[in-house]
C-alpha cells in the first residue's frame, strides 16, 4: 500500500520495525524504490520523516484536516472587566509552525495570538493593540526599546488602562524589561512581559498560561515591570519575576525563568490565586504620579568576558572602535587575569588584563567589573588582584549584584544621559528599578 498526496491531513498509523507512528500526513515523496512520509505525530505535535517500503505497515484514516490556517479572535469590549493594552513585539509566542519544514517563524499579529488563548477575555478587557515588531527577540535593538518604551508610557499615562501586557521572545526578555525599566520613571501600573518556551501549534504551549496568569496579576494593580513566565515545568502556576532581576536559565524548559539574588515577588495562578512571595506592602501600588520618558541610550557599550588564557588585547579593538563604556565579565568576585595572584611568575604577561584597562580608562572609557557568577556580588577590596584592577581605573560599584545584561543597559543609558563621569557613577550606584540588593540574600541561591 502506497501514500497519495490526496492523503494529506489524514492520520496514518505508520509500523516501521516494531515501531509504531501515528500523526497527521504533511508530505509525500516519491523515490524510485520507496516512498517518505512527513507527518505531524499526535503525540507530541512534532515533525518526523518515515521511509515507506516493503517492510513498512501502514493504515490512513478517512478524516482529513487542514494545516497552516492561522484564526483570529472577534474582540468584544467588556467595560466591567480591568482596561489592558496588548503590546506584541513577536518571539515564540507569535510563531506558527511551516508545517512543510518543521519550522517556526515569527508570523502571528497579535489577534491571532489571542485566539490561541480566548478564556483570557474573561479576565481582562483588551482596550488596545499595539504591535510593535514581529521578529526573533534576538534581533531586537536598542531602538526596538525605545519602540516599545514610548508605546508603554502613552498607556501609562492614559487613565483608562490599568496595566500593560508585552508578549515577547523568551531569550531576551529580560532586556527590554531592563530597558523599559530605567527609559520610564515613575512606573505607575503593571507592566507585564509574557514569552512562550513552545509554539501555539504544540501541545506543550504555555503561552496561553503565562497570559492568563498575566492578566490575573494585573487586578492586584501591583506598579512596574515584571515577568510573568511558567513557575514549574507542570501547568500549575506561574512566577512574577522583577525584570532587572530575572534571567533565562534553561534553553527549553517551560520554567526557564529564575529569580537572580531576589525572589519571585510572587505566584499566580490560573484562577486567581495569589501566594506573594515578598510582604504585600513593599510592593509599589498603582499611583497617580505622573511618569517621565527619557530613551537615551548609547550604542557604544559592549560586554567582554575575562577568561583563563584569555586575550586582553581585545580591549584595544573597542579603544580604537570609539567605544565609551566597557562591562568586564570576570571570574568569582570580578578577577581578570593579572599574573599578580601569586609567587609563581609563570604568568605570560601579555595576558595580563591590567595595562589594557589602565589604556582604555585613561582614553574616557568607563570600565566595570561584574562577575560570570550569577548570585553573589563583586567585591575589589577582598584579594589583591582585584585592588589592581581598581588602580587601574576599573569600577566595582561598591559591591553591587547587577546581571551582566542589566549593566549594560544602565551604562549605555548613564552614559547618554550626563556628561561627567562622576555623575555616571553616581547613576550607577543608585538603586532604580530594583536592581541592586541592598544585602544579600542568601535563601534565594536555593529557591
Not at 507569535?94 to 478564556?119: A, C, F, Q
Not at 496579576?217 to 514549574?232: D, L, N, R, W
Request: charged letters at 25%.
Amino acid at each position: 500500500m502506497s501514500v497519495s498526496l490526496k492523503d494529506k491531513g489524514k492520520i496514518i498509523t505508520i509500523k516501521k520495525n516494531n515501531v509504531i507512528y501515528k500523526g497527521y500526513i504533511l508530505k509525500v515523496t516519491d523515490n524510485e524504490d520507496n516512498q517518505e512520509v512527513i507527518i505531524k505525530l499526535l503525540d507530541n505535535g512534532y515533525n518526523i520523516g518515515v521511509v515507506i517500503d516493503k517492510e513498512t505497515t501502514i493504515e490512513i484514516g478517512s478524516e482529513k484536516k487542514s494545516f497552516g490556517k492561522k484564526h483570529k479572535i472577534d474582540l468584544k469590549q467588556n467595560d466591567a472587566l480591568p482596561h489592558v493594552c496588548l503590546i506584541s513585539t513577536g518571539g515564540t509566542i507569535g510563531t506558527h509552525v511551516d508545517y512543510k519544514t518543521g519550522g517556526v517563524n515569527m508570523s502571528r499579529t497579535p489577534e491571532e495570538i489571542l485566539s490561541t488563548v480566548p478564556e483570557l477575555l474573561d479576565v481582562i478587557n483588551i482596550k488596545k493593540i499595539e504591535s510593535v515588531a514581529m521578529k526573533g527577540s534576538e534581533d531586537l535593538s536598542y531602538k526596538d526599546w525605545q519602540n516599545i518604551a514610548k508605546v508603554v508610557y502613552a498607556q501609562l499615562i492614559d487613565p483608562d488602562i490599568k496595566g500593560i501586557i508585552i508578549s515577547h521572545g523568551t531569550d531576551t526578555l529580560t532586556w527590554t524589561g531592563t530597558a523599559l525599566s530605567f527609559m520610564i520613571e515613575n512606573i505607575n501600573k503593571p507592566v507585564l512581559l509574557v514569552g512562550a518556551q513552545r509554539s501555539p501549534d504544540r501541545a506543550s504551549f504555555d503561552g496561553a498560561m503565562n497570559l492568563i496568569c498575566a492578566a490575573q496579576f494585573i487586578k492586584e494593580g501591583i506598579a512596574g515591570v515584571y515577568t510573568v513566565m511558567h513557575g514549574s515545568m507542570n501547568d500549575d502556576f506561574c512566577h512574577v519575576i522583577r525584570s532587572t532581576k530575572c534571567r533565562k536559565m534553561h534553553t527549553s524548559r517551560r520554567d526557564a525563568f529564575r529569580a537572580i539574588n531576589d525572589f519571585p515577588i510572587a505566584k499566580i495562578y490560573l484562577d486567581g490565586k495569589l501566594e506573594y512571595l515578598k510582604e504585600k506592602n513593599t510592593l509599589k501600588i498603582n499611583s497617580k504620579i505622573d511618569p517621565k520618558i527619557d530613551l537615551s541610550f548609547s550604542d557604544s557599550v559592549a560586554i567582554l568576558k575575562a577568561y583563563p588564557n584569555s586575550d586582553p588585547k581585545i580591549i584595544d579593538w573597542y579603544i580604537k572602535k570609539g567605544y565609551k563604556g566597557l562591562i568586564i565579565e570576570g571570574t568569582g568576585l570580578g578577577h581578570c587575569p593579572t599574573g599578580m595572584g601569586g609567587k609563581d611568575k609563570s604568568f605570560d604577561k601579555n595576558k595580563s588584563w591590567i595595562p589594557h584597562i589602565k589604556k582604555a580608562t585613561e582614553k574616557g572609557i568607563i570600565v566595570i567589573m561584574t562577575t560570570q557568577c550569577l548570585f553573589g556580588r563583586v567585591n575589589g577590596t577582598v584579594y589583591a588582584n582585584l585592588r589592581y584592577v581598581q588602580d587601574a581605573g576599573g569600577h566595582y560599584l561598591d559591591q553591587h549584584d547587577m546581571l551582566s545584561e542589566v549593566i549594560y543597559i544602565k551604562l549605555s543609558i548613564a552614559i547618554e544621559k550626563f556628561k561627567t563621569k562622576e555623575e555616571i557613577i553616581k547613576y550607577l550606584e543608585k538603586n532604580i528599578a530594583g536592581e541592586i540588593s541592598k544585602k544579600e540574600i542568601s535563601e534565594s541561591f536555593d529557591f
